[in-house]
């Protein structure tokens, strides 16, 4: 069709081939490569060895081209990169987290290990895809993001976050408002009450209760959405009880 629309732009930054293929092959491979993560996570537990976790996220990520000072999710590693190789401690290490969706297309690894041996710290940054986000979090000293959902459930998992653009959850008190070079040091935790607070008010005024999957969650999450829009209690707390009581506008019967 682009001789109907010779002025169309995708925003995904490959073709769409490339991504199916690279989703085919990291679906085929997800098993063994989310083995080597854990395995890795285990092995730093085990030795008590220090490290931070940096997820990324996907490359043509409306999170990340229009709520970030970056332009792609490569550009933001570098910089994730070049400061804890500036001002990390020489036993700390890395362990980057690529997206579970991400195709491929973007070397990682190669981009990483080439990075290590620019600046002279071989050994000390790890690649991973999938595994255990409970196991990763267990003695994790801090994660640093963009704005990653990832960083959200790391809070709620009492672990230090740095975000480096806009998230819904960059509160203060919720993530550290220290600079990255300092984080990388003494990283601020979060506020246990306060991540608490965030999250249930989060879910009242954003979220609907169900499934996409079928089932009584289909339901739920039918009526629910029903209510909301009929009783104009769109982004607002739904009052308990709510739901057993008729639409407007519907017979009760």
Not at 81 to 93: G, I, V, Y
Request: hydrophobic fraction near 40%.
């Amino acid at each position: 069709l682009r001789p109907l629309y010779p002025h169309y732009h995708s925003h995904k930054p490959v073709s769409t081939m490339k991504i199916y293929a690279g989703t085919g092959w990291n679906l085929l491979t997800s098993k063994r490569t989310a083995r080597k993560s854990d395995a890795l996570v285990h092995e730093f537990n085990k030795r008590k060895q220090r490290y931070f976790v940096a997820a990324l996220q996907m490359e043509g990520d409306f999170s990340i081209t229009a709520y970030s000072p970056f332009r792609s999710v490569r550009e933001s590693l570098m910089v994730m990169l070049e400061s804890f190789a500036e001002h990390a401690p020489n036993d700390l290490h890395l362990i980057i987290r690529i997206h579970p969706l991400d195709p491929g297309v973007t070397p990682w690894l190669s981009v990483v290990r080439d990075f290590e041996e620019r600046m002279k710290i071989a050994g000390r940054i790890h690649v991973t895809r999938g595994g255990s986000i409970d196991n990763l979090f267990e003695s994790c000293l801090g994660l640093v993001t963009v704005n990653s959902t990832l960083g959200l459930r790391a809070v709620c998992s009492g672990v230090p976050v740095k975000t480096l653009g806009q998230a819904i959850y960059a509160v203060d008190g919720v993530v550290s408002s220290q600079k990255l070079e300092q984080f990388w040091h003494e990283p601020n935790g979060p506020d246990d009450a306060l991540c608490k607070l965030f999250v249930n008010t989060l879910a009242a005024v954003t979220q609907i209760r169900g499934t996409l999957y079928g089932g009584p969650g289909l339901v739920h999450a039918i009526r629910e959405s029903l209510y909301r829009l009929a009783a104009n209690q769109v982004n607002i707390p739904l009052p308990v009880g709510d739901l057993n009581a008729p639409l407007p506008g519907t017979n009760p019967s």
